[in-house]
């Protein structure tokens, strides 16, 4: 059982607009601005699309975009695109024995 | 550019022992940390310990203390990663990310796949 809590799928049609949760505790995701989230297509590593909560790296499209409300972060992808289909994990900074904890995954399927 | 380059594939028996490397280029080698996650077939990702590069810091995922080391050789500004008694379901893709200021794995190495097999 991950740490953080994720839907396991998701959906939207080319266009729309899809948010995937992530829920942790005070000790991660409520009381840090350290939430990332990571974009795996098949067969491929993880990629960085969103950092401390809503900062995006160079290079990944603004129409990714993260937030935070209490112990629960979201990632918002608008405009969805078929090359958007992947993957996604939310992970943490934590205050518990380890480090970091992650999510356990959202597959998003774009109709 | 910025990269970390893991080293081959591994295959090995149960209750032997794999070390995994991550060479790093293109930035200051002491001024991030390692972490290491590693992803099971067909499951999600899973941390498994940070080190830091610039002092050789440690922290690791409870369920693997004991059975795993990670060190550093800043002269080759490379990360090594060392699991012992190895069992089937430590079978996966071994990842190194650089971790550090943002707390974020911005840059991951390709992977490794380790196979533990009899």
């Known amino acids: 059982q991950s740490a953080l809590t994720q839907p396991a799928s998701v959906s939207g049609s080319p266009g729309q607009s899809i948010t995937i949760s992530c829920t942790g505790t005070s000790s991660d995701v409520g009381g840090y601005n350290y939430v990332s989230w990571y974009q795996q297509h098949p067969g491929k590593a993880p990629k960085l699309m969103i950092y401390?909560?809503?900062d995006r790296p160079s290079g990944v499209s603004n129409r990714f975009s993260g937030s935070k409300s209490g112990n629960t972060a979201s990632l918002t992808i608008s405009g969805l695109q078929a090359e958007d289909e992947a993957d996604y994990y939310c992970?943490?900074?934590?205050?518990?024995?380890?480090?970091?904890?992650f999510g356990g995954g959202t597959k998003l399927t774009v109709l | 550019q910025v990269q970390l380059v893991q080293s081959g594939a591994e295959v090995k028996k149960p209750g032997a022992s794999v070390k995994v490397s991550c060479k790093a280029s293109g930035y200051t080698f002491a001024s991030y940390g390692i972490s290491w996650v590693r992803q099971a077939p067909g499951q999600g990702l899973e941390w498994m310990g940070w080190?830091?590069?610039?002092?050789?810091?440690?922290n690791f995922a409870q369920n693997l203390q004991g059975r795993v080391t990670m060190t550093t050789d800043t002269s080759t500004s490379t990360a090594y990663m060392e699991l012992r008694s190895l069992r089937s379901d430590d079978t996966a893709m071994y990842y190194c990310a650089r971790w550090g200021l943002p707390y974020a794995f911005d840059i991951w190495g390709q992977g490794t796949v380790v196979t533990v097999s009899s």
């Open positions: 401390d909560v809503s």
């Open positions: 992970s943490s900074y934590t205050t518990s024995s380890t480090l970091v904890v």
């Open positions: 080190i830091s590069a610039y002092n050789g810091n440690t």
